[in-house]
């Protein structure tokens, strides 16, 4: 993977390629997990903290997650997003500086403006007292010289809802009843103190067990792994780890869009705007933050992923289905209490590829064709590609598109901005297609390149898709046998 925290990717790759490969040899026992923290840091010396008792804390963390459960045994949460304490201290606490720009002035506006006594002289320029200091920001306002900085914690300013805090040692906490589960918060620390629980060992056991695995490739994958890695690539080598098959997810951006299409379509004749729910971090936004707008607006149809899963089990119920693409909240809507007969287990590029390589074994390109999808499905993983989908599927049903008002949003901000003004009733539309991933799911937390070059792979790749139509493609499949809405199919044990 190719992103700005390079260091810390390769330390969680590692650690989970190893618990991958002691799961797949069925050596998966306290002792060996131990063996891994040594093989990090040897001693006597640190590699990249403090100490090695540090370093060997943090790894421990690190294959409590990568099993699956919380890295604190004794604060367990059923949030697939989690803080390691050990790896969170170097980070500082106040968010207010004064900075050596400080001319010690005579005025002293900024002591003048703190209504919380926060603010005193020190030797030589101002000093702010962290116990004290509210993080109000006035003092800043005040200092003519803009010596006074606000530094934002990088997980804190990621979150795009205010989840994360931090308690009296430093350490950041996340707020469940907050957290959407964008997973934004992850890659923007620069120490690796926040992850995701990762179930690899849960769907390796469930290959091993014999039982039916079938993988879901998210629309995002084309492109993740270069020009000439397509969904035939990733299927061969999923089947060479033991999985039964692999599905395009892209069909399910086709059922998704013929199912929102008739939404939109009654929607629209009764003057109501309806947002998208396909990104779960979005409705999961919705959810705690918009309560009435989802309980009024959102649309009722499941997410792709959820509709191939229940696809797959209408031909065997005792598949176990696992989504993999580039999307952090699609954990936790295999998780979701609020949707039945969702996912089994998801998966990141980054899981898929640990896994595959603890049994040695490379996506490579293939000689082979497969295509699922209607490129309108395909482009689900965009910023707009939902849209343009359902608006496809309308005009196949004979219905005029022409007139319709269309917003989309990408960005945890600009969803929050849109949603604050469909709340206040100002929102010139008809529907809204709701993101939290800048530039659509190929801008997600986990790709596996830089969005640059997804795109270009991935334009390359799509080129070579059929123009086949949304509903004459979704003849192939039984679409009268399972529900498309969220609280259709069956509750999850």
Same mark, same amino acid.
């Given at each position: 993977?190719?992103?700005?925290?390079?260091?810390?990717?390769?330390?969680?790759? *590692?650690?989970?390629?190893?618990?991958?490969?002691?799961?797949?040899?069925?050596?998966?026992?306290?002792?060996?997990?131990?063996?891994?923290?040594?093989?990090?840091?040897?001693?006597?010396?640190?590699?990249?903290?403090?100490?090695?008792?540090?370093?060997?804390?943090?790894?421990?963390?690190?294959?409590?997650?990568?099993?699956?459960?919380?890295?604190?045994?004794?604060?367990?949460?059923?949030?697939?997003?989690?803080?390691?304490?050990?790896?969170?201290?170097?980070?500082?606490?106040? !968010?207010? *500086?004064?900075?050596?720009?400080?001319?010690?002035?005579?005025?002293?506006?900024?002591?003048?403006?703190?209504?919380?006594?926060?603010?005193?002289?020190? !030797?030589?320029?101002?000093?702010?007292?962290?116990?004290? %200091?509210?993080?109000?920001?006035?003092?800043?306002?005040?200092?003519?010289?803009?010596?006074?900085?606000?530094?934002?914690?990088? %997980?804190?300013?990621? %979150?795009?809802?205010?989840?994360?805090?931090?308690?009296?040692?430093?350490?950041?906490?996340?707020?469940?009843?907050?957290?959407?589960?964008?997973?934004?918060?992850?890659?923007?620390?620069?120490?690796?103190?926040?992850?995701?629980?990762?179930?690899?060992?849960?769907?390796?056991?469930?290959?091993?067990?014999?039982?039916?695995?079938?993988?879901?490739?998210?629309?995002?994958?084309?492109?993740?792994?270069?020009?000439?890695?397509?969904?035939?690539?990733?299927? =061969?080598?999923?089947?060479?780890?033991? *999985?039964?098959?692999?599905?395009?997810?892209?069909?399910?951006?086709?059922?998704?869009?013929?199912?929102?299409?008739?939404?939109?379509?009654?929607?629209?004749?009764?003057?109501?705007?309806?947002?998208? =729910?396909?990104?779960?971090?979005?409705?999961?936004?919705?959810?705690?933050?918009?309560?009435?707008?989802?309980?009024?607006?959102?649309?009722?149809?499941?997410?792709?992923?959820?509709?191939?899963?229940?696809?797959?089990?209408?031909?065997?119920?005792?598949?176990?289905?696992?989504?993999?693409?580039?999307?952090?909240?699609?954990?936790?809507?295999?998780?979701?209490?609020?949707?039945?007969?969702?996912?089994?287990?998801?998966?990141?590029?980054?899981?898929?590829?640990?896994?595959?390589?603890?049994?040695?074994?490379?996506?490579?390109?293939?000689?082979?064709?497969?295509?699922?999808?209607?490129?309108?499905?395909?482009?689900?993983?965009?910023?707009?590609?939902?849209?343009?989908?359902?608006?496809?599927?309308?005009?196949?049903?004979?219905?005029?598109?022409?007139?319709?008002?269309?917003?989309?949003?990408?960005?945890?901000?600009?969803?929050?901005?849109?949603?604050?003004?469909?709340?206040?009733?100002?929102?010139?539309?008809?529907?809204?297609?709701?993101?939290?991933?800048?530039?659509?799911?190929?801008?997600?937390?986990?790709?596996?390149?830089?969005?640059?070059?997804?795109?270009?792979?991935?334009?390359?790749?799509?080129?070579?898709? !059929?123009?086949?139509?949304?509903?004459?493609?979704?003849?192939?499949?039984?679409?009268?046998?399972?529900?498309?809405?969220?609280?259709?199919?069956?509750?999850? !044990?």
């Amino acid at each position: 993977m190719v992103t700005n925290d390079k260091g810390i990717v390769e330390l969680k790759h *590692f650690i989970l390629r190893e618990v991958c490969r002691l799961a797949w040899e069925d050596r998966l026992t306290e002792e060996e997990k131990e063996k891994i923290l040594y093989q990090v840091s040897p001693g006597p010396k640190p590699q990249y903290r403090c100490c090695i008792y540090k370093e060997r804390e943090i790894v421990r963390g690190r294959i409590r997650l990568a099993l699956g459960q919380s890295p604190q045994p004794d604060h367990p949460s059923r949030n697939v997003v989690a803080v390691i304490p050990a790896a969170c201290d170097d980070c500082p606490i106040q !968010d207010y *500086f004064v900075s050596d720009i400080c001319r010690f002035c005579l005025g002293k506006a900024c002591l003048n403006s703190c209504k919380f006594g926060a603010i005193q002289p020190g !030797d030589n320029k101002m000093r702010i007292d962290p116990n004290k %200091c509210k993080s109000c920001g006035q003092c800043a306002k005040a200092c003519p010289f803009g010596a006074i900085i606000h530094q934002e914690r990088p %997980c804190k300013k990621a %979150c795009p809802v205010g989840a994360i805090s931090y308690n009296e040692a430093g350490v950041s906490q996340i707020d469940d009843s907050k957290c959407i589960h964008c997973g934004h918060c992850i890659h923007s620390c620069p120490f690796g103190a926040i992850g995701s629980k990762i179930f690899a060992v849960d769907v390796i056991r469930a290959i091993q067990a014999g039982k039916r695995v079938v993988a879901m490739c998210a629309p995002a994958t084309e492109g993740q792994f270069g020009k000439d890695i397509g969904m035939a690539s990733i299927r =061969s080598a999923l089947r060479k780890a033991g *999985f039964a098959d692999m599905v395009e997810v892209g069909i399910g951006g086709d059922m998704t869009a013929a199912s929102e299409a008739r939404e939109w379509i009654e929607a629209r004749r009764e003057g109501r705007i309806m947002t998208t =729910s396909c990104c779960p971090a979005f409705v999961s936004m919705l959810r705690h933050h918009f309560p009435k707008i989802y309980q009024e607006n959102k649309s009722a149809t499941v997410s792709p992923m959820v509709a191939v899963s229940r696809y797959l089990k209408t031909l065997d119920p005792d598949t176990v289905t696992v989504f993999i693409g580039p999307c952090i909240a699609k954990k936790g809507e295999t998780l979701s209490e609020f949707i039945k007969d969702t996912a089994d287990y998801a998966l990141t590029y980054g899981e898929i590829v640990a896994l595959l390589d603890a049994r040695g074994i490379e996506i490579v390109p293939v000689e082979e064709d497969y295509q699922e999808a209607s490129i309108y499905g395909k482009c689900f993983a965009g910023s707009g590609g939902v849209a343009a989908a359902v608006m496809e599927a309308m005009r196949e049903m004979g219905e005029d598109t022409s007139d319709i008002r269309l917003t989309a949003c990408a960005g945890g901000e600009e969803c929050k901005r849109t949603m604050m003004l469909l709340r206040a009733g100002k929102l010139n539309t008809d529907f809204v297609e709701g993101m939290i991933c800048p530039g659509g799911c190929v801008g997600g937390p986990s790709k596996h390149q830089t969005e640059a070059l997804v795109l270009k792979a991935r334009a390359e790749l799509l080129g070579k898709a !059929d123009g086949r139509k949304i509903l004459e493609n979704l003849e192939r499949y039984p679409m009268d046998q399972f529900s498309m809405q969220r609280d259709g199919g069956q509750p999850k !044990d």
